[in-house]
């Protein structure tokens, strides 16, 4: 036994550099053949292993002759064998698997590659190795039955790129253990193995993957539908084995996720792709399962990935080709998932969903119950539920006929999805502006937070295109818009919200629009259209930043007004509604907008201004993204760089020191006239502060120093970054009519300051 230890090492090596083997291939199928194995891994009894070196002389490398001709068959203690025997079979299973890789492999030499094909050929012929390998699933050596699930899943991966049909017994030992889940104890095995060899057809680089998997879908397409019933009828608090539930559902939460990747990605069309969308409450009931927190994420995770139409992104990274023309089906399977979830919504399902995240340590463990932690939410359930919503709501919408059963929806799904977030966001975000949720429950996920900005967008869209149909442009228009902040999806508002996370910083936005990982261009595209037709209701919504922000700005340094002024101010002041709720006349301040206020944030900002310049502690101009004048081009550049309203930092943001409105413009001497006409968005401000008591009403200068101004000069600046990598052939992508978009809006908001 130890002799044959030895050659199987030595062929180990030989086929896991890649070299060539001398013999002919019979002589190695000996070696490679692993001998049945029972539940305890009794291999074979003494007899019998006198019985295998007789047959090992007779077909054996004739280079191993040498060193077995003195080794005589010798009978071991039953737990050594043991011990023996189960390192032997490692290492065969070990071989079989690097082999077939190797043959698989691009990188092997064409001879070694056709004398490997030919060994692995012989052993499925000639051994029953399928039989063998589903017969270790049973073993209680998990790693023995891990290794054999994996090597038999290469076996069929490489039948199938070889055309060779699938081993019978294989088959019928997988529909047996699907179709009779309750009964099985392997078929999370089945599962893995199914799931493996999916896996390897979708990164193979050949270009029949369609064909192959047909293949290999083919025999299961009706038994997948069985088991998909099956499992999902569970009783899982009656049920004794969970752990075999869990490892069910997440070994074929990953199957049925390549399944409809499959659809997507590849002209096939099996019911078996199709059955969550047929069936999806199945699905969706085990988010209320007494399940572990990390297989409702997964799930969550998972139906949020299907409505977007991303899945299988995951599973094979770099690998996955570009997606079809989608089939028939897939639009309408997509409304009836998106109909499944908002039907479970209004059954209460945010009511039964705990997001409550346990601490755990780096290494995944949960920290010690004795040590102190700080308590949160898990944010990727949080940010998975609300974009379910918010998608399913937009999916709907799209076919959805009347604005008022849009209205009523939005009302209904939106306040309860409101309610779940509120004890779990800031205190200090709750009163202000519904519309914040989104940023800041989205704020550590970039390409989340874009696809619920898109999709909120598209549900305003579709709502003011539905009322404009129907209605007019009346006073029920109106109110709808306002109804837009009161459920937190204006979109005006979420953009803001974004910018100011950002800091109103225009090298993250190019880093965005340059980025393949989330669909900003999109949106950003789709909302620049909607801020030529809306300018009004814009300025507006800035302008009650302006006065909240200020507002902040008082509260965080407690500076107390006195009591006279506290009652003008209550008396005067616009409630966040009844100012975003005046679409007709937008630079006038509406509901008696207190000129007090807005006189106090010209000063407020006037005066920071003036101790910002006055510090010598200033900060400083950010880096560009990219530094335009060390770029290799014959044309002389002009390296100087200009510091431009790094002054106009608020209170309230030096405060908290989050936002930092430092822009740093590199002029190039050729781009003179395209900069030109951003200069009167740079007034040259006075460092004397207005007094508190001074009448000034909602003039130019308000703008200038607040949101509107910041966000201006933020698309100002981008336009400026875009058209030096255009002119340099530096940007991925035609961006002609993105520029006019922005050059567009520039030009508006002149026009806002300066109508004459």
Known sequence: ???????????????????????????????????????????????????????????????VNLATASVAPVCLERHSQRSSTREIMLLQLTVIRVMVTRVLSVETELRAKDKYRDIIRILLKSSDIDF??????????????????????????????EKITLSNSWVAFCQKNLSEYSKSDEVVYCLWTLTFVIKEIFKDTCSQKAEILKQFLTPFDTIFEVFYNSLFSEHFKNCRNTSKITNSLICFLELLELLIASRIY?????????????????????????????????????????????VGEDLCPGSVPAPVPLDGHLDSDTVALADAVLQAVGSGLLRTLSVHANPSCFAGGEVSPGLAHVPGPDHV?????????????????????????????????????????KPHLQPSLQPHNPCEWLSSIFIEQDDDMVEAARASLGIYLQLIRECEASEGLTQENEMWNHHTHENGYNPHCIFLFLLKNIGFDSSVLLDFLISSETCFLEYFVRYLKLLQKDSDNFFTICKYFDVTEFKDSINI?????????????????????????????AHAWPSHASSESLNQVMMSK????????????????????????????????????????????????????????????????????????????????????LPVDCDITPNNRVSEVGVSYRTIKCLEELQGAIYRLQKRNLFPYNPTALLKLLKHIEAIYNESVDPL
């Open 381 to 421: 359930i949080l940010r998975a539920a609300s974009l379910l919503i918010i998608k399913s709501l937009e999916i709907k919408f799209q076919n959805c006929a009347s604005a008022n059963e849009m209205k009523v929806d939005l009302q209904r799904f939106l306040s309860e999805l409101l309610t779940f977030l």
């Open 132 to 161: 063998k390998l589903t017969c270790m699933f049973q073993n209680s050596d998990k790693l023995l039955s891990h290794l054999a699930a994996k090597c038999l899943a290469l076996l069929l991966y490489f039948q199938l790129r």
């Open 606 to 689: 006037e005066t920071h201004s003036t101790l910002q310049v006055n510090s010598p502690s200033a900060p400083q101009a950010s880096q560009s993204l990219v530094d335009y004048d060390s770029s290799d081009d014959s044309e002389v550049e002009c390296t100087d760089q200009h510091l431009a309203n790094s002054k106009q930092t608020s209170l309230h943001q030096e405060t908290k020191k989050k936002f930092q409105d430092t822009v740093a413009v590199s002029k190039d001497k050729k781009e003179l006239n395209l900069e030109s006409q951003s200069r009167s968005l740079v007034p040259k401000e006075s460092n004397t502060p």
């Open 557 to 585: 340094c407690g500076c107390m007004s006195s009591p006279v002024q506290d009652r003008r101010m209550s008396q005067t002041e616009p409630s966040p509604l009844a100012v975003l709720g005046g679409h007709r006349n």
């Open 1 to 63: 036994m130890k002799a044959f230890f030895e050659v199987l090492e030595q062929l180990y090596k030989k086929v896991l550099l890649g070299s060539m083997l001398e013999h002919d291939s019979y002589d190695y199928i000996f070696y490679l053949n692993p001998a049945f194995s029972d539940q305890n891994c009794s291999t074979s009894t003494c007899s019998e292993c006198s019985n295998c070196h007789g047959v090992q002389d007779k077909h054996q490398p004739s280079s």
């Open 266 to 310: 590849l002209k096939l069309h099996f019911t078996c792709q199709r059955v969550l969308f047929l069936k999806p409450s199945c699905v969706l009931d085990v988010i209320t399962w007494p399940v572990q927190t990390f297989v409702k994420r997964k799930f969550i995770i998972f139906i949020k990935k299907c409505l977007l139409c991303k």
